[in-house]
């Protein structure tokens, strides 16, 4: 899979940090196989209402990733839940989590008025087929353009379907 990533000119992946229903993780593996392979690394972690964070940001200790991403786009996510995640990443990384939302999350949500997240870096959900970070971005919660841009899911890297992102240069 990793061959195939730098083959096509990917340079960097990011990894979630999660357990599987069966109790394990491949976190960890795939951060060490990206690496040995001269891949960029970076994560994220899902915002769950009930459940923190911190268990898994614990998947990234030793690991040189980039920057770390709050995935908010499950429906039990609530302002609160957001914000403990938030301050748990932000203390883990030392800096600002970006976050991952997409705009239809914030519609259904009813959240469009919210900014208070605005200040962080915006990976956004749009699925349009166009890695142009501009293309088809309708600005929502403060934010007015994204930072990063997931755009396409049905990339085939060693046999396994994966989301492609679009990145800008920091």
């Known amino acids: 899979m990793c061959d195939d990533m730098l083959a096509a000119g990917v340079d960097g992946v990011i990894i979630q940090a999660i ?3 069966d109790g394990v993780s491949q976190t960890r593996q795939q951060l060490q196989k990206a690496l040995d ?3 960029r690394i970076a994560g994220y972690v899902w915002c ?4 923190s964070v911190t268990s898994r ?9 980039e920057f770390l991403a709050l995935d908010v786009e499950d429906n039990s996510a609530t302002i609160t839940a957001i914000n403990r995640d938030l301050k ?18 914030f519609v259904g949500k009813g959240w469009l008025s919210r900014t208070q ?20 971005f309708v600005p929502f919660a403060g934010w007015t353009e994204c930072f990063m841009k997931q755009f ?3 990339q085939v890297y060693g046999g396994v379907i994966c989301d492609v992102n679009f ?4």
């Open 48 to 51: 769950f209402g009930a459940t």
């Open 19 to 21: 357990t599987g229903l």
């Open 37 to 39: 392979r001269g891949l």
């Open 57 to 65: 940001l614990s998947m990234f200790s030793g690991f040189p990733i």
């Open 88 to 105: 748990l990443c932000d203390a883990y990384m030392g800096k600002l989590t970006e976050f991952y939302t997409g705009r239809w999350f």
């Open 152 to 154: 396409w899911d049905r």
């Open 167 to 170: 990145r800008r240069a920091a």
């Open 117 to 136: 997240w605005s200040n962080r870096r915006l990976w956004d959900a749009i699925y349009d087929d166009d890695p142009n970070p501009d293309a088809d």
